[in-house]
């Protein structure tokens, strides 16, 4: 009777403990455009809301596109209205990764500039 228990409390566990293994952690990867149809703006940093592919946010009136570097931070971000580009924010970084400027770039080409 034990070794029956032993056989179904293995097999019960053992689909839990295969995927878990399978799921890799988020990774950013740099120059590549990520996607989301929401974002939020933290410490004058414009950040996505959930990752979703261009084919879900495309259809969507306003959706948002954020490009990183090879320490994961943010460098480009584009807001599109209809599938044009609202604003661009752009960043800059010095040596010690830390922000040092964000130039933002309206579709009618004026441009501001926010020193940190």
Avoid at 27 to 39: H, T
Avoid at 65 to 80: G, L, P, S
């Amino acid at each position: 009777m034990k070794n029956i228990f032993l056989f179904f409390a293995i097999l019960l566990v053992s689909p839990a403990v295969f995927c878990a293994g399978q799921f890799q952690p988020y990774e950013i990867k740099a120059g590549i455009s990520y996607y989301s149809d929401e974002y939020t703006t933290h410490n004058d940093i414009s950040q996505l809301g959930e990752e979703k592919n261009i084919e879900e946010v495309y259809q969507n009136y306003n959706y948002y596109e954020a490009i990183f570097d090879t320490q994961e931070r943010i460098v480009k971000f584009n807001a599109y209205k209809q599938g044009v580009v609202e604003f661009t924010e752009t960043y800059s970084y010095d040596a010690g990764g830390n922000l040092v400027k964000k130039v933002v770039k309206d579709s009618d080409g004026s441009e501001s500039v926010v020193d940190f």
